[in-house]
């Protein structure tokens, strides 16, 4: 029977009449009123933390801490793992950035990679970049805090 339903006249939705246009303006303005906008607060006090460069986030992946990075301490030089792409004078700026401490010198270690066996599989283990940093004698850095 769908197919005598083509042959049929559609009727005709009536046409909003111009007082019920109007009727539902005024309904709308009463639903939702003129709002004013609120004044802007001025944010509480926060205290001002030591600002980080964001340089020292992209250079120093983390202290080294083996036996022998240890006994460096008593010589005021600390070991830090840093990226493949740092220098000398970006892990300076780094070291003085992030922990206060003035740096003498910076001595850069490119440690490769080492091939290790497991049976018949071969594999390398990472190799890294790691940088010798000496401060000012006096002064110390907390690599791990308590």
């Known amino acids: ?18 007082f019920e246009k109007k009727l539902e303006k005024k309904t709308k303005e009463k639903i939702a009123p003129a709002v004013k906008p609120r004044r802007a607060r001025k944010p509480a006090a926060v205290p001002k933390l030591k ?50 401490a003035n740096v003498v010198s910076v001595r850069i270690i490119n440690v490769p990679s080492k091939k290790r066996r497991l049976g018949r599989i071969e594999g390398e283990r990472k190799g890294y970049k790691k940088a010798i940093v000496k401060i000012v004698e006096g002064q110390k850095i907390e690599v791990l805090p308590r």
């Open 51 to 100: 600002k980080i460069s964001d340089v020292a986030y992209r250079v120093l992946r983390g202290p080294h801490i083996t036996e022998k990075a240890t006994d460096l301490t008593d010589k005021n030089q600390y070991v830090f793992e840093v990226f493949p792409k740092a220098g000398k004078a970006e892990v300076k700026r780094a070291v003085e950035d992030l922990y206060g």
């Open 1 to 18: 029977m769908a197919l005598l339903d083509i042959f049929k006249k559609k009727k005709k939705v009536p046409e909003k009449k111009e």
